[in-house]
């Protein structure tokens, strides 16, 4: 049993592709982009498109597809079961009914939105994905802070937001390895995960979580203090040693995203919607 | 030798107030000088942590005080320059890396010191290639082994230029080879970079390198003075519940068997260097 | 209760980016009565090598068989087989998780769905057999104890599961001086006195010479050398070749012997130099 395996999320795969050079920033205004797209697209070949653009972003990052997608793995029985319940559950006045036994109906509207809302979902992982396998953490807080920057006007604490979000992204894995470590412990005092029924299996997860999170403050404490010995004091004062620098293939990647949205602005407005 | 810091009169408590207070350190005063090594040992719950956290500031004393360059850590106009002066190097590496890149990470006191870019990246080259760990300069933290991430925090901390560097059992999660390794290099930064050395440990493998140690008992100093001292104290050192370096265990048992040797042997060296003298 | 190795091998993160081979093909037969010590550098494959012992990780390729069991099998009871080979594991924080010492040991025996009264007694002879008197720590907060009381608490939970054999992976670092000694009787103690069969996971040489009687020493993912504990140390030179310091009391010895003095090979403990090298000294000064 390895936790951190399928964990995609976070994860920085190193590497000298175009996608890896472009600056964080216009990853992140891409990105953004995507998933506004994502959030308003209500019909298959929208999604094609997306699909397509997709495939060809991760094509030339060189990340190899199947690690890119395994991090769906753990989130497939949600999937299915989002899916299940819109199948029955959902239903507009002229959708037509595909099968049906016992209270529950199925109809062809609520399959749409299940397919539509997986769909979405996939994506959405899929782009997150992409984004943090091919920039590195630091680089990636750094564009945020660029951009969020403005915001300080308004007496945002942007700079220690940011801060806590790197903290927090390079704790994860440290903490997943912890957890695989707590589980194998308590494996080993006889504790079986995967029986009994949902209340007795709630309950063996107590001997887990609560190691994990006394652990995890200790950490925190500890890594306060250590902090604060390095004179952090909160953004104020504070400076950079790189300064971010947008470069012709930023440019080029503007302009590519620009076109891109607009044929999948074309599609939302001219295709009628599935649901 | 200059005098650096001076603790006065230290106390503190943890939970004060309440029933289960408990007395941590009783009336401490010391000195630590100007590029001297000073070794801090005592069993775990000694207080030679909370010791250790008062030079910076980053605890501050029920009563008493610490003096560091001559300015007091109680007033709070100086606490960043006194922080600038004294880095910190911790047990667990983990809990001390902040950024997800080894060179980042070395970049994050200086950049908290609010200095030029190009000043930081001169430094941030400067502590990876003092320690000889450039090579790790793009890695992730979670890759490295845990003495690799050791020295990693210690870059960290020399890259704010300290005069003087407080390591609180900076060995405990290493393996024997690495634990070597990191105390060369501590001794190296003492003697060449003229960096004044706090060393917290329990390994009296560590001790006997330094110039002068002191030992803590129930948040109190109990002995103090040069290694070839202190081992010589041996009843008090076994009640303190402390170890002796391998070679002075090695001379005390050969005494036992009527061999004539003194009673002032710590390293390797000396114990072979008087045992060629009975051959 | 004999573990039997097959050509096992092991890659961490197998099929992503970032796989890595941990083990390659190792032998390893363990068999009942043994005080064995695993010994290499850090991220040499210890850990994974020992949690196959009692399928904490199923193989990959290869073969484990615990007491005829192969792990690997559909029907194996591996609850019940954990049970029989316990592990303690490096932090204790990772397996303390109840209010009190005496609720803590306890819940193994209660995993085995054993009656209280047995519970219990499984709590009290635990508590003995790692020496923390049942009056004094039954009640007592697990917060509040040493580092070395804790790691013997930890112990304790898994003895109390009455484990046959017992995976001890690195429990002496990070403790002082005192707590190890606490820590290093105690393993003695549960391995002369009550007969369990211990596999000592650790990266210190001066520990593994002083304890255990068999070392087997594992470089990136190899067994590299198996045999009794003196035999191990006579290869001193390869020992230092793959990264292990050997004990200081045997480089002092190898540095005295090339100044001429005559001591034997492996001088492991502090007692053997003592009697080694004032012999040597007493023989030339009768010679003088």
């Known amino acids: 049993m390895e936790l951190t395996k399928n964990i995609t999320l976070g994860v920085y795969l190193p590497g000298e592709t175009v996608i890896h050079r472009l600056d964080p920033r216009t990853k992140i205004i891409i990105a953004s982009v995507l998933i506004i797209l994502l959030l308003m697209i209500k019909s298959y070949p929208a999604y094609a498109v997306i699909l397509t653009f997709l495939s060809a972003v991760i094509f030339m990052s060189g990340i190899p597809l199947s690690y890119a997608l395994c991090g769906l793995k753990p989130m497939l029985p949600v999937l299915i079961l989002m899916w299940v319940f819109q199948l029955f559950l959902y239903s507009n006045p002229d959708s037509k009914v595909i099968f049906s036994f016992w209270i529950f109906t199925a109809t062809d509207s609520g399959m749409h939105m299940g397919n539509l809302i997986s769909l979405r979902v996939i994506f959405l992982f899929t782009v997150t994905t992409i984004l943090t396998l091919t920039t590195s953490m630091v680089s990636l807080t750094d564009g945020l802070e660029s951009l969020l920057n403005p915001l300080r006007k308004f007496g945002l604490p942007i700079q220690e937001l940011v801060m806590t979000m790197v903290i927090a992204l390079r704790f994860v894995l440290i903490l997943a390895e912890e957890l695989d470590k707590i589980v194998k412990a308590q494996m080993a005092r006889g504790v079986a995960f995967d029986r009994g029924n949902f209340i007795q299996k709630t309950k063996k997860l107590f001997p887990v979580f609560l190691p994990l999170f006394i652990n995890a403050f200790k950490r925190a404490e500890e890594l306060i203090v250590a902090m604060e010995a390095r004179s952090y004091t909160g953004g104020k004062g504070r400076t950079k040693m790189k300064t971010l620098q947008m470069s012709r293939v930023d440019l080029g990647a503007g302009f590519v995203m620009l076109i891109f949205s607009a044929i999948v602005v074309l599609l939302i407005i001219t295709i009628k919607p599935q649901i | 030798m200059d005098k650096f810091i001076e603790v006065i009169n230290l106390t503190y408590s943890y939970r004060p107030g309440n029933g289960n207070e408990v007395k941590a350190l009783n009336g401490i005063n010391m000195k630590v000088f100007k590029g001297e090594f000073l070794a801090v040992t005592g069993q775990n719950g000694s207080g030679k942590s909370t010791l250790a956290r008062h030079f910076n500031g980053l605890l501050k004393p029920r009563s008493g005080n610490v003096l560091v360059g001559g300015f007091s850590i109680l007033d709070k106009n100086r606490l960043a320059e006194i922080r600038k002066m004294i880095g910190m190097v911790f047990q667990n590496p983990d809990n001390q890396l902040v950024s997800s890149i080894v060179e980042e990470d070395v970049a994050f006191g200086p950049e908290n010191l609010g200095l030029p870019p190009e000043t930081i990246r001169s430094r941030v080259g400067w502590a990876l290639e003092t320690l000889n760990i450039e090579n790790l300069r793009r890695e992730s933290p979670n890759n490295l082994s845990e003495g690799q991430k050791q020295l990693v925090a210690i870059a960290g901390v020399l890259a704010m230029k300290p005069e003087c560097i407080v390591l609180d059992e900076p060995t405990t999660h290493l393996d024997p080879r690495s634990r070597r390794e990191l105390l060369e290099i501590i001794i190296r930064l003492n003697r060449e970079e003229g960096i004044t050395i706090i060393l917290l440990t329990h390994f009296m493998k560590e001790v006997v390198f330094c110039d002068r140690m002191i030992v803590m008992d129930l948040g109190e100093i109990k002995i103090s003075g040069t290694p070839h001292e202190v081992f010589e104290k041996t009843t008090e050192i076994v009640r303190l519940g402390l170890d002796f370096p391998v070679a002075t265990q090695l001379a005390a048992g050969l005494r036992g068997k009527g061999l004539k040797l003194p009673g002032n042997i710590i390293t390797t060296e000396e114990l072979i260097a008087q045992l060629c003298l009975l051959k | ?288």
């Open chain 3, 1 to 288: 209760m004999p573990i039997e190795i097959k050509n096992l091998c092991h890659s961490y993160k197998k099929g992503t980016p970032f796989e890595k081979k941990v083990l390659h093909n190792v032998d390893l037969i363990i068999n009942d009565g043994e005080f064995v010590g695993l010994i290499g550098s850090t991220q040499s494959g210890k850990t994974t090598l020992a949690q196959h012992f009692n399928a904490l990780i199923i193989p990959q390729n290869g073969k484990v068989i615990i007491n005829g069991c192969n792990t690997a099998d559909k029907n194996a009871e591996l609850i019940k087989l954990r049970q029989n080979v316990g592990y303690v594991f490096q932090n204790p924080d990772y397996q303390l998780f109840a209010s009190t010492v005496g609720e803590d040991i306890a819940f193994g025996p209660k995993n085995q769905k054993l009656s209280p009264g047995e519970v219990n007694s499984r709590v009290l002879e635990a508590m003995e057999q790692v020496g923390l008197d049942y009056n004094t720590f039954y009640e007592r907060d697990i917060f509040a104890l040493s580092g070395g009381q804790k790691r013997r608490v930890a112990i304790a939970g898994v003895l109390a599961c009455h484990p046959q054999i017992l995976i001890l992976d690195d429990v002496t670092a990070g403790l002082d001086p005192k707590g190890r000694e606490e820590i290093l009787t105690v393993i003695r103690k549960l391995h002369f006195e009550y007969m369990i069969t211990i596999i000592f996971i650790s990266n210190s040489m001066d520990e593994v010479a002083r304890l255990v009687e068999r070392i087997v020493v594992l470089d990136q993912g190899n067994i590299i050398i198996d045999g009794a504990t003196r035999d191990i140390f006579n290869q001193a030179a390869r020992l230092g070749d793959i990264g292990l310091e050997l004990p200081e009391v045997m480089d002092i010895t190898t540095k005295l012997r090339n100044k001429g003095f005559n001591l034997p090979q492996a001088v492991i403990n502090i007692d053997e130099a003592i009697e080694s090298i004032s012999a040597d000294l007493l023989e030339r000064q009768v010679g003088d």
